[in-house]
């Protein structure tokens, strides 16, 4: 079996879980406010307000979560793979864009994960969850491959380990 034979089957079966309303409008919830990675830019400024002691140390993870995130629109630019299309199955949201590798909410996600998740307890008990609970809605809702999430959650932590030391400095 080729890996796009699996990437198509694993899509087909976890966007069948969203035939249960509960789970889909779950998946649906999730996707929402993974848009644009609000949620995780959000959730960032947030915790900069709340938590003075570290607030440069959260400014600066929130800025490593647009550049991911920034940084994955602009391999979607390049790369160009349409969404995925289901037979009989249509997605459960609508999308920004036409194009899907690698996924964004991904990325945010994975990113928002390592860069918060080493600032306080509650970030490394929070993130990770919720992050990986993102990246399996946008399988649910049928809008990405799982090689789309992935990549897209491999670039994320990434770019957020790749600025540890930076998230760091101020402390």
């Known amino acids: 079996m080729r890996y796009t034979d699996a990437d ?11 035939t249960d309303p509960r ?3 779950v ?3 999730l996707s ?12 960032g400024v947030v915790a900069a307000a709340v938590d003075r002691d570290r607030r440069g140390d959260w400014l600066r993870g929130t800025a490593l979560v647009a550049a991911a995130h920034l940084t994955s629109m602009g391999v979607k630019r390049v790369v ?14 609508r999308t920004a864009g036409r194009h899907s590798f690698p996924s964004s909410h991904a990325t945010s996600a994975a990113a928002a994960a390592v860069a918060y998740g080493g600032l306080r307890p509650a970030g490394a008990r929070l993130a990770p969850p919720l992050a990986a609970a993102m990246c399996v809605s ?9 090689s789309d999430v992935l990549v897209g959650a491999l670039l994320g932590g990434a ?4 600025g540890a030391r ?6």
Not at 32 to 43: K, M, P, Q
Not at 81 to 93: F, I, N, S
Not at 138 to 146: A, F, I, K, S
Not at 166 to 171: L, N
């Open 8 to 18: 198509r089957r694993l899509l087909s079966a976890l966007r069948d879980c969203g």
């Open 23 to 25: 789970v889909a409008a």
């Open 27 to 29: 998946a649906r919830a």
């Open 32 to 43: 929402l406010a993974g848009e644009h990675g609000a949620v995780w830019l959000a959730a």
């Open 80 to 93: 160009r793979r349409p969404r995925p299309r289901l037979p009989a199955r249509d997605p459960l949201v």
């Open 138 to 146: 946008r399988l649910v809702v049928g809008v990405h491959y799982p």
């Open 159 to 162: 770019t957020a380990r790749l």
């Open 166 to 171: 930076w998230i760091g400095a101020g402390s």
